[in-house]
C-alpha cells in the first residue's frame, strides 16, 4: 500500500511492547525496510544491525546481512 510512515509506526508500537518476542526479529526488518522507502538510510542501518545483534541466528539477520552488504539506500 506504500503507507510507510503508518506501517513504521505500527512496527515500532509492537517493538516496543515485545522487543524480545517472537515477531521482532520481522518488526526489525521492516522497520529498516520502512526506513529505507522513506529515504533515511541511517535508521535502516540501524535497524538491520539491531536486529542481527539481537536475532543473529535468524533468517531475518540473514536478509539485514544482506540489505546492509547492498547498502540502504532508497530504491527508485
Request: charged share 35%; proline share 5%.
Amino acid at each position: 500500500l506504500q503507507e510507510f510512515e503508518l506501517a513504521l509506526g505500527e512496527f515500532l508500537k509492537l517493538l516496543e511492547r515485545a522487543p524480545r518476542g517472537a515477531r521482532a526479529p520481522e518488526a526489525l526488518l521492516r522497520v529498516g525496510l520502512c526506513y529505507r522507502a522513506l529515504g533515511d538510510a541511517g535508521e535502516a542501518r540501524n535497524a538491520w544491525e539491531r536486529l542481527i545483534r539481537e536475532h543473529p541466528g535468524s533468517a531475518e539477520a540473514r536478509r539485514a546481512k544482506t540489505l546492509l552488504a547492498e547498502g540502504s539506500r532508497p530504491r527508485r
